[in-house]
């Protein structure tokens, strides 16, 4: 025991100090500089301490606590440096510098391996960009799926209506044809010819009520002729005109040599007056309606815009609905969207509403300028 103590610290050698002459300047440059970097060595596997503890998540934790033993012993090396200036602890100052020589060697070798490894972890931008990127495919998924349940909806809407108003369209043949059979075997005079001249002028509208709801369920009978756009404007301009009234003013803006569509006359004429009526409503205090039509490809892009109220996002998402309508009992039926979006579907068209609260709304018609495949059928 004595021995060892002697071989590590009292060495019976002149400590180190005696080197240098005892000289003061000599001595605390020495000590001051030793004692900086011991100080800020040991500062070093606190910091590191302190951050594994909270990280519980790092990656190849040993290596840190591996690093900090070095970090540890090379500051324990510059206050032994300090010691033997004053305690001729040479042996000491060796055993521990054999020791940093262990450590450092340790995990200078066991560094590299894990260099790849390293390299190969996401870096904090990566995660970002990674992280983005499923957000905004989230918020993509999130959209389609609106988008194909509306669809699903409107599919659902369109079976269910398009089967009622055939079996009611026929029952109504029924009955107008009896009705018309009565009164025309009614005698001139007869006092009940006016019930059933009533009766057959409500057959007469219900009939149009179902052409709408048939029109909806892409299940009304067409007939698909090439047709002029401007021709059909200015055949229902004075209609036109004289639904809007006069505080609203109809600005119309067709394309010069604008191509022929493929649509049913009655159909586009109806959404036409549809639109421009719902466009009037939108504008109680007078406005502008503008009838725009452009040739974009293989579709005519036609639309009717008013300054009116708009839509809010609910009543964007339903006003195609049948039925759907935000007007008072008696002045909306809620079929006239429906009869455009069902007509425009029909042809193989699309129908596109852009609407904002107290601006206005857009409504869009791509219509064709062939028939499609599925549509000739229907012409035919
Ligand atoms: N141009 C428009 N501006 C504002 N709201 C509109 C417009 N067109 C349609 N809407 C909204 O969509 C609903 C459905 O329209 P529609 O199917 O034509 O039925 P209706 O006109 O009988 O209410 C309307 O009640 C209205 O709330
Ligand atoms: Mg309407």
């Not at 005696?18 to 440059?29: F, I, R, T």
């Not at 389609?144 to 079976?159: C, D, Y």
Request: some cysteine; aromatic content about 6%.
């Amino acid at each position: 025991m004595n021995e060892l103590r002697r071989w590590l610290i009292e060495t019976g050698m002149p400590p180190h100090g005696y080197c240098l002459l005892w000289q003061p300047d000599l001595l605390a440059l020495h000590v001051i500089s030793d004692a900086v970097i011991g100080l800020a060595y040991f500062s070093i596997p606190i910091a590191l301490a302190v951050y594994l503890r909270r990280r519980r998540d790092t990656h190849f934790t040993w290596v840190v606590w591996l690093f900090a033993a070095f970090i540890l012993a090379c500051g324990t090396t510059h206050f032994l440096s300090i010691l033997v200036l004053w305690v001729p602890a040479y042996g000491l100052e060796g055993v521990v510098k054999a020791l940093t020589a262990g450590i450092s060697i340790a995990t200078a070798i066991l560094i590299w391996p894990l260099l790849p490894k390293a390299l190969a972890l996401p870096s904090p931008a990566q995660l970002q960009r990674l992280n983005d990127q499923l957000l905004k495919e989230a918020e993509e998924r999130a959209a389609v799926e609106g988008q194909l349940r509306q669809a699903q909806k409107m599919e659902a809407l369109g079976q269910l209506t398009g089967g009622i108003a055939h079996d009611f369209n026929n029952l109504l043949m029924i009955v107008s044809g009896n009705v018309e059979r009565a009164l025309r075997h009614a005698p001139e005079q007869a006092p009940e010819r006016r019930n059933l001249e009533n009766a057959l002028t409500a057959t007469t509208r219900a009939g149009q009520l179902t052409e709408q709801l048939l029109a909806f369920a892409r299940k009304g009978s067409l007939l698909l002729i090439s047709q002029d756009i401007g021709d059909i404007i200015r055949g229902v301009h004075d209609l036109l005109a004289r639904a809007a009234g006069e505080r609203i003013a109809i600005e119309v803006a067709l394309a010069e040599d604008l191509p022929p569509v493929v649509v049913d006359r009655n159909q586009l004429e109806n959404a036409v007056l549809n639109l421009l009526i719902n466009a009037r409503d939108a504008m109680p205090g007078g406005g502008v309606i503008r009838i725009v039509g452009e040739d974009v490809g293989p579709e005519v892009k036609f639309s009717i815009s008013d300054t009116g109220t708009g839509m809010d996002a609910q009543t964007l998402e339903r006003a195609t609905e049948p039925f759907f309508t935000t007007k008072p009992v008696g002045s909306g039926s809620g079929l006239g969207l429906s009869q455009v979006y069902g007509f425009v579907d029909q042809i193989g068209g699309r129908m596109e509403i852009v609407s904002e609260p107290g601006t206005g709304t857009v409504v869009t018609l791509y219509l064709p300028k062939e028939a499609g495949p599925d549509v000739a059928h229907i012409a035919g």
